[in-house]
């Protein structure tokens, strides 16, 4: 620049920069209500396109399917061998599973779903086999 010549500065008044450090302010505000909202969420679940409404949207059916009874199911008892009583000790892990399943409370895949089936009916072989019988697995 030389000198003389009138220099190409801007100059802003007081009440336009009031004015953005007000917006700014405002803005901050809203930054710090956002992370307060989300504290907590993962940022996979906000990757993946979850919402603070959707997630409580979802958190609402699920307490609703949580407020829904699941019965038990068929008590056995070991004392007649293993078979259904109503005063009996324990529940069949399987029965329980096809409750949880039933009422939507618990999915399982195909596969795991399989082989749980196949475990459990081993199981019941195990249990409900004669003495001296011998499985060769």
Request: aromatic share 8%; net charge negative.
């Amino acid at each position: 620049m030389q000198q003389g010549l009138p220099s190409r500065q801007r100059y802003y008044s007081q009440e336009y920069v009031s004015a953005l450090l007000a917006e700014l302010k405002g803005k901050y505000r809203r930054i710090a209500e956002l992370e307060r909202i989300t504290e907590g969420v993962d940022q996979l679940a906000i990757d993946g396109g979850w919402t603070a409404r959707g997630m409580s949207e979802y958190a609402k059916s699920l307490e609703a399917r949580l407020a829904t009874p699941v019965p038990l199911p068929e008590r056995y008892s070991v004392d007649c061998g293993v078979c259904a009583d109503p005063n009996g000790e324990w529940l069949s892990y399987s029965d329980v599973v096809a409750a949880l399943c039933e009422h939507k409370l618990l999915e399982l895949s195909k596969p795991v779903a399989d082989d749980y089936k196949q475990a459990a009916r081993e199981c019941v072989d195990d249990l409900t086999e004669k003495p001296g019988k011998h499985h060769d697995r």
